[in-house]
């Protein structure tokens, strides 16, 4: 029965196709430090599961985002374990990633034919980047309030323009509603589109081309 | 690897599916759930008011005409306080009985009001109507307009209002 489905739906989707390419695809012998890729795929669908989840209570504005996050703390069920999955998923990942472009990196995996799969992972690198800039506000506590004002102070050292940047940043000259609200919608809605869209070339480069070799000492 | 290694019953590649099967579906029931309660949690937490509330002298009340009274009250739903408006109709009957409705419809929670030119409680959303003591007259309400307990201290009238 089983069997009959998964061949009627075989027969249509490729899913074996699918399986064989993605999953059975050949790969040179490597070493741990070559699942770090994945490592930060997983975090990155666990950020966005448990921040979907956390969008059911949380609220972006001044007068209820802090409220909205305590009650998440202590007035729903496993609040503390979502938001905790969040919270330190989130600079666990910046972790994984970083760690894999070390290893991208000293291992030369960069090189020809690999060039565009570390521009589309450098692009990934500043959206999770991004991702932890708009998401520390969030919170609307004080140690959030104070980042994100220093955060966007030092975008405004930037020579000529940097009044203005810091201006775009927050929406008006202080720190407010405005500022809280296109953090909010830049976190849940802008980077992520890109990072989906990124992370989907990524991979599809990482399947085309397969993984490098571990360079040996001719290399 | 030497054949002394190798199970007899399970080789390497299955064992590797069902190591990492396992492991997946536990890491998954970890996060899985717990969301589930996540959602339900709030929707189980009651927030009961139990209140007597005072609606006045009973000489504001006119004999034999049900009269509207409106009351808010502070209640308290996940992070936010707000104040929830509650309507109630005041019937004094000429025998000294008093009748206190509410002015939520028993069919969906439409607010009725008082026609006085047809003596009835009409509901706007399905053309409802109840009699004077809030007895179903026609429409699909099941039953009547709920009353509220009511009681008279220094001849100020007060209900007794519960929810949750």
Known sequence: ???????????????TAIYNTVLDRKVPKVNWWFTLGSASLFLGLLQGITGMLLSVYYVPTPDHAYDSITFIMNGVQFGWLIRGLHHW????LILTAFIHLLRVFFYGAYKYPREFTWFTGVILLFGALGMGFTGYLLPWNQRSYWATTVGTE????????????LRVLRGGTDLSAVTLSRFFSLHIWIFPAVIIATVITHLYLVIRLGISNIPDKDS | MGSKYRSPTIDRRSFVKIVTALLGSMMAAVVGLPVIQYFISPALKKDVSDDWISLGPLENYPLDIPT???????RVNGWERSSQSYGAFVLRRPSEEIVVFSDVCTHLSCRVSWDPENEEFLCPCHAASFDKF??????????????YEIKLEENQLFIHFREG
């Open chain 1, 154 to 165: 030092i975008a405004g050292t930037v020579p000529v323009v940097g009044d203005f940047i």
């Open chain 1, 89 to 92: 998923g989130a600079s666990l």
């Open chain 1, 1 to 15: 029965m089983t069997q009959s489905i998964f061949s009627w739906l075989d027969e249509r989707l490729g899913l």
């Open chain 2, 68 to 74: 509207p009274f409106h009351f808010t009250l502070t």
């Open chain 2, 134 to 147: 809030g007895g179903v007259t026609s429409g699909p309400p099941p039953k009547p307009l709920n009353r």
